[in-house]
């Protein structure tokens, strides 16, 4: 079974509004930490937000949170007043266990487009 | 803000060849990652290092790689022969001992011809 599900291949999006990108994974541990990251055509992979398994407010970053839903085992992030800036791959990924040094694993990532 | 830094950001080689990737993970960080991203495909773990020695390695982890800490500040990855399938961006990453959050740089994208 795949460990992080990202259902949505491309997603387009209004400049200035709401969208929710996907999430879903798959873990037996109590302990673990959710992560999105964002790739823009240069290639780079840019941090965006963290979610613990324990923690129990959800995450904000600025415009981004994440919907944590922990029964669902879902991690969406939403991004608030899309702006053009934010056209890109986004992956959701997941730290299995306790150890800092333990991998993450990655979704197949969602293409946003944000549109003028 | 402190962010991690790979050098080169592209690298050619021929098939055959030894290359070295080069990072500067963030420096009060202390464990440390490598990870790739074939063309199209996800992002795959190679291997994490922590108190100079190897924690973790996938199965794409074989003796062709190869991962050091020379001094206090570079983490490098060392590829002894490479193939045409080696071709991918490579990521380094890096996280401290109570933060959790994974902070990449902005990778090598690597060619063998």
Redesign the interface.
């Known amino acids: 079974a795949q460990k992080i599900t990202q259902t949505q291949p491309g997603m387009f999006v209004q400049e200035k509004e709401a969208v929710t990108l996907d999430c879903t994974y798959d873990t037996s541990d109590q302990s673990y930490g959710l992560f999105w990251y964002k790739q823009p055509s240069s290639g780079e992979m840019i941090f965006l937000i963290y979610q613990g398994s324990y923690d129990e407010q959800n995450a904000t970053e600025g415009r981004y949170s994440l919907n944590f839903q922990k029964a669902r085992k879902s991690a969406n992030l939403v991004i608030s007043a899309s702006q053009l800036g934010d056209s890109a791959m986004y992956f959701c990924a997941m730290r299995e266990g306790w150890s800092s040094a333990r991998q993450l694993t990655f979704g197949s990532g969602t293409q946003l487009t944000v549109l003028p | 803000e402190p962010e991690v830094t790979q050098t080169p950001s592209h690298q050619v080689t021929q098939m055959g060849q030894e290359v070295i990737l080069r990072c500067v993970p963030i420096s009060n960080h202390?464990?440390f990652?490598w990870?790739r991203q074939i063309l199209g495909q996800?992002?795959?773990?190679l291997v994490?290092f922590?108190n100079n020695e190897i924690?973790?390695k996938?199965e794409i982890f074989d003796d062709q790689f190869s991962v050091e800490r020379p001094d206090g500040s570079n983490f490098t990855l060392k590829i002894r022969s490479t193939k045409l399938e080696d071709s991918a961006?490579y990521?380094c990453?890096s996280?401290?001992?109570d933060?959790?959050?994974?902070?990449?740089?902005?990778?090598t994208?690597l060619s063998v011809l």
Not at chain 2, 42 to 45: A, L, S
Not at chain 2, 99 to 107: Q, T
Request: hydrophobic letters at 30%; a negative charge; glycine letters at 10%.
């Open positions: 202390l464990y990652y990870y996800k992002v795959e773990f994490s922590y924690s973790e996938s961006m990521f990453a996280s401290g001992q933060n959790e959050k994974l902070f990449f740089g902005s990778g994208q």
